[in-house]
């Protein structure tokens, strides 16, 4: 009989909250943490309730009840974590991006595959129910073929040259910011939509503040607008604030997509639209219950989220009844029900319905074609 799922999140900060919470939503035992250190652990431990905390990520490889882990830390810890847990035989439910290279990333595909485990990374703005409901109406044909995807993901938390997070740093981050940190979201979003492969990139970077004060001590993500001044020190950037990436997909598309973490007032602010041969598709995060259908013969219209309004084979990925809004966190305990119940359906090789490690692993190969691009100048083939 199959082990009842218990899962060790490692990582305390913003993300390893929001992953207790939703698979506590889907009746997922969340049974151990690993914070940054012991005291991290046992304030983290002690805050969400959960009975152990754990004193290295050894001890959690060799914890026998663990059947996953989701790992919420720093990038670049992802590949090495993921490696070890994978050979201790848990499923992985990792933070995106999955690695820093394409290289680890590949690696981890194969022993995923090998060693017969689920494998995810959180992609978890596809699980918004409107933009399953557009990946479902874009697939059964209702747009005809797609010409021209168009997105932006522009966030304010680090407009300031005080404000601090560890993705500023490449050792911790990796060396693309804006583009690994939130660009990987828009341009999985758009191939997963769509279905289509982006084949080659053009990329513009730039760094706007060269030099921020580093608080001394930890920061937690999106919290630096909420600090008062502490000590600091000042730290040369070389991660982008900005990128500005055309796109060429396989069926002939183009895309353009403008990504920033230095635009005053855009909080969170995802927005795609994608034109077809028949009509037009548009959603936006900061307003993510609704998405705009756009018609040449027709008024265009506005689709409120009500899963009695949606495709019947996506209707599940909606939570509640229409006219109650559902968010971000939503979204975390959608994929999470993905993941676990592909685990208990009990066949690890078929092709899952959420984001996994191979997806992961494309992303960091668009990354590296939109590094070379930035670099050089000029279109880059993605490989792959
Ligand atoms: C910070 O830019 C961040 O938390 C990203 O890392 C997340 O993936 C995104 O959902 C919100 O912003």
Redesign the pocket.
């Known amino acids: 009989m199959q082990q009842k799922p218990k899962v060790a999140i490692i990582g305390a900060g ?1 993300m390893g909250g929001a992953h207790t919470e939703a698979l506590r939503r889907i009746g997922v035992e969340v049974h151990g943490l690993l914070g940054v250190d012991a005291e991290e652990t046992a304030k983290a431990t002690a805050r969400f309730g959960i009975p152990k905390g754990y004193a290295s990520f050894d001890e959690v490889c060799a914890d026998a009840d663990i059947t996953a882990v989701h790992l919420c830390t720093p990038n670049y810890l992802h590949a090495a974590q993921a490696k070890a847990a994978l050979q201790a035989g848990k499923h992985v439910l990792c933070e ?1 991006p999955l690695a820093t290279t394409s290289a680890e990333a590949a690696e981890l595909v194969q022993l995923a595959r090998q060693k017969n485990l689920a494998a995810a990374v959180n992609y ?2 596809r699980y918004y129910p409107m933009n399953q409901e557009a990946r479902a109406r874009i697939q059964s044909g209702m747009i005809g073929e797609p010409r021209i995807l168009h997105a932006e993901y522009c ?1 304010d ?1 680090l407009f300031l040259p005080t404000d601090w997070n560890w ?1 500023l740093e490449p050792q911790q981050g990796g060396e693309l910011r804006v583009v690994g ?2 660009g990987t ?1 828009v341009m999985d979003m758009l191939t997963w939509l769509t279905g289509l492969e982006i084949t080659a990139v053009m990329a513009d970077l730039t760094t706007f503040i060269p030099t921020r004060q580093r608080p001394k001590g930890e920061v937690e ?2 919290s630096g607008k909420l600090q008062t001044a502490a000590e600091t020190e000042a730290v040369s950037i070389h991660t982008e604030d900005f990128a500005s990436i055309l796109l060429r997909f396989n069926n002939g598309a183009r895309g353009v997509i403008t990504l920033s ?1 230095v635009s005053a007032g855009r909080k ?1 602010n995802f927005w795609w639209e994608i034109n077809g041969s028949k009509a037009s598709l548009a959603w936006r995060q900061e307003e993510p219950n609704e998405m705009w259908l756009g018609y040449r013969e027709k008024p265009n219209e506005l689709l409120l989220k009500d899963p009695a309004l949606m495709q019947p084979e996506v209707r599940r990925y909606a939570a509640y009844p229409g006219g109650h809004a559902e968010g ?1 966190p939503d979204t975390f305990a959608r994929h999470f029900a993905d993941f676990y119940a592909y685990i208990a359906a009990g066949d690890m090789q078929r092709k899952p319905p959420f984001p996994s490690f191979a997806d992961g692993w494309r992303e960091l190969l668009l990354c590296e074609a939109v590094q070379q691009s930035a670099r050089q100048g000029g279109w880059v083939q993605v490989s792959g």
Do not use: M
């Open positions: 913003f995106k978890s703005i966030q938390w993705r940190d939130i979201h993500t999106f973490q969170n971000y």
